[in-house]
């Protein structure tokens, strides 16, 4: 099993430029997450989903859109891309709200 | 008021001993989950215990304990036995209850750095 991956590792982003964040998980999960990690701080829930093609917003939601296509597959979509988004970005998944909770090596953007 | 506190910006420990981290919450929900997880250096985020509000007892995965003192809105956790491998960034979390089982909010603590020391 490759666990959680998230392409790309690291983007560095125009004012105004858009780009998709790929994670995929290969253990059949129901819940998938993306969070964001800024600098000395803990994470936020920026967008999460229970299940293919049910997706909500966490604590962090605006600039930002998700799709859940597949059970393995949950992109973050940035648009419009603002300095404010510059950070460090982690998908995650677990089976059931208790579950452990395997996340990806996380996605460096910057925004310029 | 902070969702999330842990007060505790550094600590240090000699390897082999136990080490506790602190953390209160604040929540007026009656389901609500709180995690602990443990970053590197390295950056990964690692899964490491998790509570649920209406777990009577508390939750254990090897050295990991948490503490977990309702009443007192507190899910403390406990590593036995520290090892070098210990030192790291560690952030309390909490889920509070959505309907149908899903996740209304997710709040993480600032984080405690802990270093082992040999």
């Known amino acids: 099993n490759a666990g959680v991956t998230q392409t790309p590792k690291f983007r560095i982003l125009k004012i105004g430029q858009s780009m998709t964040l790929q994670c995929t998980q290969d253990m059949n999960h129901n819940y998938m997450y993306w969070y964001r990690q800024d600098p000395g701080m803990g994470l936020k829930l920026i967008y999460y989903?229970?299940?293919?093609?049910?997706?909500d917003k966490g604590e962090v939601p605006n600039g930002y859109n998700v799709s859940r296509s597949t059970t393995e597959d949950f992109p973050l979509r940035l648009e419009l891309a603002a300095p404010s988004q510059t950070s460090v970005y982690f998908c995650?998944?677990?089976?059931?709200?208790?579950?452990?909770?395997?996340f990806g090596p996380g996605t460096r953007l910057t925004v310029l | 008021a902070q969702k999330i506190t842990q007060t505790q910006p550094g600590m240090f420990v000699q390897e082999k001993e136990a080490v506790t981290l602190d953390c209160t919450y604040d929540t007026s929900d009656q389901s609500y989950g709180l995690f602990w997880y443990k970053q590197p250096s390295s950056g990964e985020m690692i899964f490491l215990i998790y509570q649920g509000s209406y777990d009577e007892q508390n939750a254990t995965e090897g050295r990991y304990s948490l503490n977990f003192q309702k009443a007192r809105k507190s899910a403390n956790l406990v590593i036995s036995a520290s090892q070098l491998g210990d030192s790291a960034m560690y952030f309390c979390?909490?889920?509070?209850?959505?309907?149908?089982?899903?996740?209304?909010?997710?709040?993480f603590g600032i984080g405690t750095k802990l270093q082992v020391i040999p």
């Open positions: 979390a909490m889920r509070e209850g959505g309907p149908s089982g899903g996740y209304q909010k997710v709040t």
């Open positions: 989903s229970v299940g293919a093609g049910i997706t």
């Open positions: 995650a998944s677990n089976q059931g709200p208790r579950d452990t909770q395997y």
